[in-house]
């Protein structure tokens, strides 16, 4: 799915944004991150969140491959919660982690170094270590500085 617009999964199509590829991921292994269901207007991130909470576990350690990580305010609005999502893809050696994550329009690879969250790139060897999420108008945000946890639902 990465760099796909909208994500598919035999044949089935979901929503192109972050919630929508956390959902087809998880579906593809057979598993209902919407089940639970959802209020008129809640966004997709946090019926996910809500999932988690009931059939997996919520937590702010050291993350493992195909855990969800959790966002908050990659809009801009003051006090948002859970309004982005991605998909842990490994743990580098210095810490930081890379997810995959709908944005703008596309899957893309991800970074968060929760070490140095407001950090963009090591000083020394000028890799990359927290990407932007937020950008624009309500200032930018590094995605160590909007994290809001990781949800373990595959064990």
């Known amino acids: 799915m990465h760099g796909r617009s909208s994500p598919s999964v035999g044949g089935r199509g979901f929503r192109s944004d ?22 008129p ?4 991130v946090v019926i996910i969140h809500r999932y988690v909470n009931r059939h997996g576990r ?9 855990d969800l990580v959790f966002f908050d305010g990659t809009h801009g609005l003051p ?3 859970l309004t982005h ?6 743990v580098e050696r210095d810490g930081t982690v890379v997810f995959l994550h709908h944005m703008q329009g596309r899957v893309v690879r991800g970074r968060m170094n929760r070490g140095s969250p407001s950090t963009h790139r ?23 500085e909007l994290f809001a946890g990781y949800g373990t639902v595959v064990r």
């Open 18 to 39: 972050c919630s929508g590829f956390a959902q087809a991921a998880y579906h593809s292994i057979g598993i209902d991150l919407y089940s639970e269901g959802g209020a």
């Open 41 to 44: 207007g809640e966004n997709g």
């Open 58 to 66: 919520l937590h702010t350690g050291t993350p493992t491959p195909g």
């Open 79 to 81: 006090r948002s919660r």
């Open 85 to 90: 999502i991605g998909i842990v893809e490994k």
């Open 122 to 144: 090591n000083p020394v060897t000028g890799q990359v270590i927290n990407d932007f999420l937020r950008r624009g108008g309500s200032g930018q945000r590094l995605a160590g």
